[in-house]
């Protein structure tokens, strides 16, 4: 009797141990498939900080603020005559 209890007691926590490590598993590959969405994620959003980069260095060229300057504020270099320099 002694012996049967034992055995029933020993399958139970092999069966518990067993579905233990289904769930473990089940939960680490769900794990794994969140990293790899987070990982495309930051990707993109690498590859778009990039292309902002390249678009600021564009927007922000002195050639052209300079060029907006003349057509749209008719803005023009003032002669040499008419520049004061101030020391801080």
């Known amino acids: 009797m002694k012996t049967t209890v034992t055995l029933g007691v020993l399958m139970l926590l092999i069966f518990l141990s067993a ?17 790899q969405g987070l990982r495309k994620h930051r990707d993109a959003l690498d590859r778009e ?4 980069l390249l678009e600021q260095g564009a927007w922000g060229a002195h050639a052209r603020v300079e060029a907006i300057a003349r057509e749209k504020l008719a803005m023009t270099v003032p002669p040499p005559g008419q520049v004061t320099r101030v020391r801080p």
């Open 19 to 35: 579905l233990a490590l289904v769930l473990l598993r089940y939960e680490n590959k769900a794990f794994f498939m969140e990293l």
């Open 49 to 52: 900080w990039g292309q902002l």
